[in-house]
């Protein structure tokens, strides 16, 4: 998993509420468990005018020019910017890993569904829930400023606009010393690797027949 330390990001709005997890990514495009080739695909049936299936050439596919992602002012955002409840619907991993594959290092919202949440800390995404106030504040000024970009200090746990507004942000310890180090679920386990092989080299010396 890519570390996550500081980040001068682009920033893309995304003006909706309650985005579920079949809006980021739909059902279609879950047939595989590589956590990349998602990308293309994050928000399909908003981002293109036709229906996609798994394995479409989407650089053929008509886009829809109506949608944020398609404005060339946001070509190449890792700051998504969102309304509340980002994120509810299913389960689904598949979602984190589209924004992830696509670029998008942060979401910022209000309010997240907690599975969805939880599972953006697994995959390297950092989601940051700011006050109402906040987001409506940074909604303004990035339709006001193209180019609009924010500093986002996960150690310090601040994200701090061009004007110099400055947003503090919660993370328990443990979240933000995974990101901090890249450190996914496998990633801890395998800091443990030499206990791990300790103990299987005395469980075998010990009881040699259950490995027979």
């Given at each position: 998993?890519q570390?996550?330390?500081?980040?001068?990001?682009?920033?893309?709005?995304?003006?909706?509420a309650?985005?579920?997890?079949?809006?980021?990514?739909?059902k279609?495009?879950?047939?595989?468990?590589?956590?990349?080739?998602f990308?293309?695909?994050l928000?399909d049936?908003?981002r293109?005018?036709?229906?996609?299936e798994?394995?479409?050439?989407?650089?053929?596919?008509?886009?829809?020019?109506?949608?944020v992602?398609?404005?060339?002012r946001?070509?190449?955002?890792q700051?998504l910017?969102a309304?509340?409840n980002f994120g509810?619907?299913?389960?689904r991993?598949?979602?984190?890993?589209a924004?992830?594959?696509?670029?998008?290092?942060?979401?910022?919202?209000p309010?997240?569904a907690?599975?969805?949440?939880?599972?953006?800390y697994?995959?390297?995404?950092?989601?940051?829930?700011?006050?109402?106030?906040?987001v409506?504040?940074?909604?303004?000024?990035?339709?006001a400023s193209?180019g609009y970009?924010?500093q986002?200090?996960l150690?310090?746990q601040?994200?701090?606009?061009?004007?110099g507004?400055q947003?503090?942000f919660?993370?328990?310890?443990?979240?933000?010393h995974?990101?901090?180090n890249?450190?996914d679920?496998?990633?801890?386990?395998?800091?443990h690797?030499?206990?791990?092989?300790?103990?299987?080299?005395?469980?075998?010396?010990?009881?040699?027949?259950?490995?027979a």
């Amino acid at each position: 998993m890519q570390a996550f330390t500081t980040l001068n990001g682009l920033v893309c709005p995304l003006d909706r509420a309650n985005v579920d997890t079949d809006a980021i990514i739909p059902k279609q495009f879950l047939k595989s468990i590589k956590r990349s080739g998602f990308g293309p695909n994050l928000f399909d049936e908003w981002r293109y005018l036709d229906h996609g299936e798994p394995g479409m050439d989407n650089s053929a596919r008509p886009v829809n020019p109506d949608f944020v992602l398609n404005f060339p002012r946001y070509a190449g955002a890792q700051v998504l910017l969102a309304r509340e409840n980002f994120g509810c619907g299913s389960s689904r991993e598949h979602a984190p890993w589209a924004l992830e594959d696509y670029g998008f290092r942060v979401v910022i919202a209000p309010s997240f569904a907690d599975i969805f949440f939880n599972n953006c800390y697994k995959n390297g995404v950092l989601p940051i829930v700011l006050p109402a106030e906040a987001v409506e504040q940074l909604f303004q000024e990035t339709a006001a400023s193209e180019g609009y970009r924010l500093q986002i200090d996960l150690a310090a746990q601040t994200v701090r606009t061009p004007g110099g507004s400055q947003f503090g942000f919660e993370i328990t310890g443990h979240r933000k010393h995974c990101l901090l180090n890249g450190l996914d679920e496998i990633g801890l386990t395998l800091n443990h690797a030499d206990k791990i092989r300790a103990f299987e080299a005395a469980r075998r010396a010990q009881q040699p027949w259950l490995f027979a």
